[in-house]
């Protein structure tokens, strides 16, 4: 190699590097506590589920397929250097994947974004979805949902500068983030119409934004902003009431009520047999919240 090719090469090394070391655009700041000791979930190895079409494909390949999120803290968040994710939903597809009869070492993760949540379920790009997903009426025209597992509320983020920002109604005329295809975004867009709504594909970015001052104020659930504060405290606060009611489920193709009741009964035994408390005290608990008792499971009939 001559010399000026070996200093490309070391350039295009030292780029590369600077670039990990920087994240990717919108990764979320990295300080904060890392993650606990994660509980071990034990496999229900006799369980079948023969009238469930995604379980029956998912046995077939050997492993489960799930959609998460990527880049929200103590949730769902993919450490850049390895590739692995950590967070309490996570955990909640992990201990699912064992009561479903696989191990949940192999389960195989898929950052889909909010807005693409619906399409992914319907295409079978994945078997089900966990990630800070609010069940709602709309939303179930399209998908199934087990669950609730945890009940979040939509509250705001701001610099810790901010003395102005208290609620919802404080937002007439300043830039506000959210994403796409979110009930936060759908909630400011139609009951706070003066607010000047920025959206983009994930809260990272939001977040990005707001500690460059491009807008005032990143809106989503509060378990979320929990995290992005706790990650960064001398930066960012969240205020004020949580101004909805978000419950969380496991999203799952709408056709699949078998899948939909067996997420349900996994979903009851974990709870009942410690492991969602383990789960959240290892994860979301570190952001400083002491574990909630889950909300009750919504077992809705067939549609
Ligand atoms: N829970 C809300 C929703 O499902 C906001 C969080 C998210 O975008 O995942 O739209």
Not at 157 to 169: A, C, M, S
Not at 171 to 183: E, F, K, N, P, Y
Not at 213 to 225: F, K, P, R, S, W
Request: hydrophobic share 40%; glycine share 8%; charged share 25%.
């Amino acid at each position: 190699m001559t010399r000026a090719g070996r200093v490309c090469v070391v350039l295009a090394l030292l780029l590369a590097s600077a670039a990990a070391a920087c994240g990717r655009a919108g990764s979320p700041p990295t300080r904060g506590p890392a993650t606990g000791r994660l509980p071990v979930y034990q496999v229900d190895k006799g369980f079948r589920l023969p009238a469930s079409p995604t379980w029956r494909r998912a046995e077939r390949r050997g492993h489960l397929v799930v959609g998460v999120k990527e880049d929200q803290p103590y949730l769902g968040e993919k450490d850049p250097a390895t590739g692995a994710y950590a967070g309490f939903d996570i955990e909640i597809a992990r201990m699912m994947a064992a009561s479903l009869g696989f191990d949940p070492t192999t389960t195989r993760f898929v950052t889909i974004a909010s807005a693409n949540r619906e399409t992914a379920l319907q295409n079978g790009q994945i078997d089900f979805y966990v990630g800070t997903y609010t069940i709602n009426d709309l939303r179930k025209k399209l998908v199934g949902f087990a669950g609730p597992y945890y009940l979040a509320g939509q509250s705001l983020l701001v610099r810790r500068d901010e003395d102005d920002i208290h609620g919802p109604q404080d937002l007439d005329g300043r830039r506000v983030c959210s994403v796409a295809g979110s009930t936060p975004y759908q909630r400011i867009r139609d009951a706070y119409p003066k607010a000047v709504l920025v959206a983009y594909d994930s809260y990272s970015v939001c977040v990005d934004n707001l500690l460059t001052y491009q807008v005032d104020a990143v809106t989503t659930d509060d378990a979320i902003l929990i995290g992005y504060a706790a990650k960064a405290p001398d930066e960012l606060k969240v205020v004020g009431r949580p101004f909805s009611k978000e419950p969380y489920g496991i999203g799952v193709p709408r056709a699949d009520d078998a899948l939909r009741f067996a997420l349900d009964d996994a979903l009851a035994a974990r709870e009942k047999n410690g492991d969602w408390k383990r789960a959240y005290e290892a994860t979301l608990g570190l952001s400083g919240v002491p574990a909630p008792t889950p909300p009750p499971i919504d077992r809705y009939p067939a549609p």
